[in-house]
């Protein structure tokens, strides 16, 4: 009987040895071949615990997450600067009316001259003395000696004549002298027409710190408001702020400007240029902006004439015009001397006339060189240059 059980114990025993053994048998992995892969193989969650993680599950993730390659981060994408905004084209008013606009701010500035003037004139008694003191007040306004003097004389005998001594005798008087001794019946006109297909050509010229460049702009934006198209020339090489000045002017009124591509450049050949291209381009003025130089330079006033030659091989020049500051009074007038000698002058642009400037400039340039004052300056505003009325620049002096 004993024999009987251990044989059955025995028997259980290597069953389960076996059993064990062909389990081992089949779990085993097979060989793998050379750059093959090693395969992990995962043993099953324990049951009731689907959440639970064993250690070797965990570190075959792990080196599988290793050499997993990852996706580049995203860059994000880079969008290219937007272009700067074009700068809004603006519409200037016509130059008809604007010394009647600006009237009261002239007035302002040279009614001491015509208050001090009809004071004198309307005494009970004009005597010598009286009359010395009419002539000491128009020399003082910049109107010289000999126009001074000229004009006493005048007054007087008229005064003698007639009889006036009434305030609007008077004034009357006076106004008809100022007229004449200014010159109502010149040609004031800017020359600005095209010819036989070209644009006509404006040459602006002057002596540093007289506000050309500025002028050269504010003209460009009273031919626009008269309803013509504009080019404008920078000819002042020597000093780059120039050129980017009148580039801001031209774009504010959709004026293109040609410029060179360096500083101290030929400014002959810019002026031809600009001359060249306006002709291209069909527009019907071309305004060229020269450097300003000092008039006792000689080889600066030369290069001047060389500037205005270089154009005309183009285009005729129809204005010259010379900028004086109003307030130098006499002085501007040796400055327009030499000028005149070394380009015909075809006009005067009087800038800075209000302020402290007495007026009297006008009647004195005029006579210094023989051209007329066109255009006058009247204030800082982009809008403030007017073609010049001898009337209305009178009645402004003479305003009470």
Same mark, same amino acid.
């Given at each position: ?69 990852? +996706? ?9 600067? +937007? ?7 603006? @519409?200037?008013?016509?130059?008809? /009316? $604007?010394?009647?606009? %600006?009237?009261?701010?002239?007035? $302002?500035?040279? #009614? #001491?001259? /015509? ?22 007040? %128009? ?6 000696? !000999?126009?001074?003097?000229?004009? !006493? ?12 001594? /009434? ?21 004031? #006109? ?9 644009? &006509? ?16 702009? @504010? ?84 290069? %001047? ?7 005309? @091989? ?34 005067? !642009? ?11 400039? !006008? ?6 060189? &023989? ?30």
């Amino acid at each position: 009987m004993k024999t009987l059980i251990l044989i059955i114990v025995l028997a259980v025993f290597f069953v389960a040895v076996v059993t064990e053994m062909g389990w081992l048998l089949l779990v085993r992995p097979r060989r793998r071949r050379r750059g093959e892969p090693p395969v992990v193989v995962s043993p099953p969650e324990a049951p009731g615990q689907p959440g639970l993680r064993t250690p070797g599950r965990d570190a075959a993730e792990s080196a599988q997450a290793v050499i997993t390659p990852t +996706a580049p981060p995203r860059v994000p994408e880079q969008r290219a600067p +937007a272009p700067p905004a074009a700068p809004e084209i603006e @519409k200037p008013p016509p130059s008809a /009316g $604007r010394l009647i606009r %600006l009237r009261e701010r002239l007035s $302002r500035s040279q #009614s #001491s001259v /015509g208050s001090v003037l009809l004071g004198l004139l309307s005494r009970d008694r004009l005597d010598d003395d009286t009359w010395d003191e009419i002539e000491e007040v %128009l020399i003082t306004a910049d109107v010289g000696v !000999v126009p001074a003097r000229q004009m !006493v004389d005048d007054l007087r005998t008229k005064v003698k004549v007639l009889g006036a001594r /009434g305030v609007d005798e008077v004034r009357a008087l006076l106004r008809t002298e100022l007229i004449t001794q200014i010159g109502e019946d010149m040609d004031r #006109s800017l020359h600005t027409e095209r010819h036989e297909g070209l644009p &006509g050509v404006v040459l602006m010229v002057g002596v540093n710190g007289t506000g050309k460049t500025t002028t050269v702009g @504010k003209l460009a934006r009273v031919l626009v408001g008269d309803g013509k198209t504009v080019l404008l020339g920078a000819a002042d090489t020597f000093r780059a702020a120039a050129a980017d000045q009148l580039q801001t002017w031209g774009e504010r009124v959709g004026a293109r400007t040609v410029r060179a591509d360096r500083d101290g450049a030929d400014p002959a050949s810019v002026a031809f240029e600009a001359v060249r291209e306006g002709a291209d381009l069909g527009v019907d003025v071309v305004l060229v902006d020269t450097a300003g130089r000092l008039h006792t330079k000689t080889g600066l006033m030369d290069e %001047l004439g060389k500037v205005k030659r270089v154009i005309e @091989k183009r285009a005729p020049v129809g204005e010259v015009l010379l900028v004086l500051d109003a307030i130098t009074g006499q002085n501007g007038l040796r400055q327009a001397r030499v000028f005149a000698e070394v380009v015909d002058i075809t006009g005067i !642009v009087l800038t800075k006339l209000d302020g402290t400037a007495k007026g009297g400039i !006008v009647i004195a340039v005029q006579r210094e060189l &023989g051209v007329p004052v066109k255009l006058v300056g009247l204030g800082e505003g982009p809008d403030d240059l007017a073609p010049f009325d001898p009337a209305t620049f009178v009645d402004a002096i003479l305003a009470a």
